[in-house]
């Protein structure tokens, strides 16, 4: 049986320069850092890399996420890797807890996470055995 978690979070981002695999797209490399709050208490750092058509809202990103504090008060830390597509506004999104990244309190720990903006509020739903 699953566990459910919820909760929210807020970002910040910084633009890094492109590459050269940016000639002709419109692609980017960002750092975020995020505080959760709600099951998972703590905050993450994230190296993204995307390409977004604003005018077709169809693009593609994918990134890594090192995740220190609690979830559901166990303390740890563990890595996640995303790998999202929109097509024409429509997204699907795939974020995986990296296996064997869990540490401390969270050594072992399997997962996924959702991510839904609500009125430019970050929403998650993390789903783990």
Same mark, same amino acid.
């Given at each position: ?39 998972? /208490?703590?905050? &993450? !750092?994230?190296?993204?890399? %995307? ?7 169809? =693009? $593609?990103? +994918? ?29 699907? /999104?795939?974020? &995986? !807890?990296?296996?064997?990244? %869990? ?7 399997? =997962? $996924?996470? +959702? ?15």
């Amino acid at each position: 049986m699953s566990t459910i978690c919820k909760g929210t979070f807020d970002i910040k981002g910084t633009p890094h320069p492109a590459t050269d695999m940016a000639e002709g797209l419109n692609a980017g490399r960002m750092t975020f850092h995020k505080t959760f709050v709600g099951d998972l /208490q703590g905050t &993450s !750092v994230v190296e993204m890399l %995307g390409i977004m058509d604003m005018q077709l809202a169809s =693009g $593609a990103y +994918v990134a890594l996420e090192r995740f220190t504090g609690t979830l559901h008060g166990r303390k740890g830390s563990f890595a996640m890797q995303h790998s999202s597509t929109m097509d024409r506004g429509a997204p699907t /999104q795939r974020i &995986s !807890v990296i296996p064997d990244s %869990g540490t401390e309190e969270l050594k072992g720990l399997t =997962g $996924a996470m +959702v991510i839904d903006i609500v009125e430019k509020q970050h929403h998650y739903t993390f789903e783990h055995p």
